[in-house]
């Protein structure tokens, strides 16, 4: 499938903006100045994906919309929207829009609703052809990665109970996928042609989430303008997603419990109630009865979320599935840079299978993009991610060997760490079929800085992506500003080029 975007404004600073952006983040670009040239564009190119302004002379952004959705409806279109906008937004994406964003937006923002919008779409072509995708935990549940008993479990459950109303609380580790399962129940339920709107109730203080969640009148509060609706209105019909449900105060899950017993609230600084129909689906990385029992946590809104748990395994317990999530990694990777996928050798999958993976399928795509971006050949050996595998006593189990090759077991093992990890030894395979046993330690004299090793890992990853900030920092796992800091104050101390 195509990675091209097409980008539509009537603005060319937009638009230029917009298509660096989205290059950066390593998508091809078209770009068309209205709804009449995007068409013709569309015809030529066949993008991956649409992203356009709402509000354009001529042909706006809702015609364009519905004029793709009935030429291409497996294409996703993604709008741009001011302030004032987002009803008309809201709107669109009850006809058919994938996503909207709210200028003015960061670049980041929008390549995560591109990603996902372009990853959504490919999933849904393997949804129609005939072989099905052979990763896929089954068939109704495409988005779920795995073949484990674990996500079988989770797949009949969530068949169980998509078509009911009742609100549903995932739990899991940080990094287990919940806001997937919760995407998969929307799209599964009877409310998949409604809107489903997400909120980070970590992200925002107590304040703001309230004005997020149940909007707010004009003169409410210094700076409330104009009268903003909150998501729950927005959402009226659909799916409402509160990530980490647990980080609310105590105030707002008094107002919360009232919306999920009653159906209805007050915009802060009014006092008419509201009748919403939306389907509430929570998520939280905490155990929730804990919470409840310590105090931080009302225990009748507890009850109240927990109508319908999905409990999600951490990826330790479903390391059956880790070869499936990777190779599903790299194949997206491959399709954002345009490349022949990589693929990761018989021993690197065991070395990661052995791994406990404290950071879940999260870290995971981490380590798989890191290598296929960082690894010069096809094929992605162990000693490629052994450094980044770090932070576990149960790294290497004993285990029996059976291979034909060997390594001489007595000579010293070591490997350059990655950003912010402790070194580590690369285990040692031999040929007798003995218990796999880690290697004496490395001579002190072997060990070199850490920030040497980072240095020249940043360096490399920059060349390798011909000085591309923004590409190197995704790769590497750390942010923008993180590595043009770093790169500012070696630079000052002379230790790399200042072309670099």
């Known amino acids: 499938m195509s990675t091209k975007i097409l980008v539509v404004d009537d603005k060319q600073m937009m638009r230029d903006s917009v298509g660096a952006t989205l290059q950066r983040a390593g998508y091809s670009v078209v770009a068309a100045s209205g709804g009449e040239a995007a068409l013709k564009l569309f015809d030529k190119h ?30 996703p279109v993604v709008l741009m929207t001011a302030y004032g906008g987002v009803n008309d937004a809201v709107s669109a994406m009850r006809r058919g829009a994938f996503d909207f964003v709210q200028k003015p937006f960061e670049g980041d923002q929008l390549v995560g609703v591109l990603r996902r919008a372009v990853d ?3 999933l849904n072509d393997e949804q129609e052809e005939p072989q099905g995708n052979p990763a896929a935990a089954d068939r109704s549940t495409p988005n779920l990665i795995g073949r484990s008993q674990a996500m079988r479990d989770v797949a009949r459950q969530i068949r169980s109970i998509a078509h009911s109303t009742g609100t549903v609380l995932i739990q899991g580790e940080s990094g287990t996928g919940k806001e997937v399962v919760a995407r998969t129940l929307h799209a599964m339920s009877p409310r998949r042609s409604n809107i489903m709107l997400c ?3 970590a992200a925002l203080s107590s304040s703001l989430l309230e004005s997020e969640l149940f909007g707010h009148e004009r003169g409410a509060f210094t700076g409330a303008d104009q009268l903003r609706k909150g998501r729950f209105e927005l959402a009226d019909g659909g799916t409402l997603l509160l990530d980490e449900i647990s980080e609310i105060s105590p105030t707002l899950q008094a107002k919360l419990l009232r919306v999920l017993q009653e159906g209805q609230f007050e915009r802060v600084g009014a006092s008419v109630p509201l009748h919403v129909d939306v389907r509430v689906i929570a998520t939280t990385n905490r155990d929730l009865s804990r919470s409840v029992a310590d105090g ?51 021993t690197a999958c065991e070395l990661m299978q052995q791994y406990h993976w404290p950071g879940n399928v999260r870290e995971l795509q981490n380590i798989c993009e890191r290598a296929s971006v960082l690894s010069r050949g096809h094929l992605i050996d162990a000693d490629v991610i052994t450094p980044w595998l770090s932070g576990s006593a149960t790294f290497v189990p004993p285990r029996v060997v059976t291979r034909t090759a060997s390594i001489d077991a007595s000579a010293p093992v070591s490997s350059g760490p990655s950003v912010g990890s402790p070194p580590l030894q690369r285990p040692v395979v031999v040929e007798t079929g003995a218990v796999l046993t880690a290697p004496p330690a ?39 500003r993180t590595l043009g800091l770093k790169l500012k104050k070696w630079k000052e ?6 072309t670099v």
């Open 199 to 201: 909120l980070n109730c």
């Open 46 to 75: 066949a993008p991956a994906a649409v992203v356009t302004d709402l509000k354009m002379p001529g042909m706006d952004g809702l015609e364009l919309l519905e004029t793709l959705l009935r030429k291409a409806p497996q294409v």
């Open 442 to 480: 490395a001579p002190f004299a072997a060990v070199r800085p850490l920030e040497e090793v980072e240095r020249e890992q940043i360096v490399a990853a920059l060349d390798h992506f011909d000085g591309n900030r923004t590409r190197t920092a995704e790769a590497l796992g750390i942010g923008l």
């Open 493 to 498: 101390q002379e230790l790399i080029a200042q």
């Open 120 to 122: 959504q779409r490919r």
């Open 296 to 346: 931080t946590f009302r225990e009748d809104l507890y009850y109240r979320l927990n109508v319908l748990p999905i409990v999600l395994p951490p990826l330790r317990d479903r390391r059956d599935d880790v070869p499936l999530l990777a190779a599903h990694t790299l194949d997206q990777v491959a399709l954002r840079e345009g490349s022949e996928p990589k693929r990761f050798s018989d």
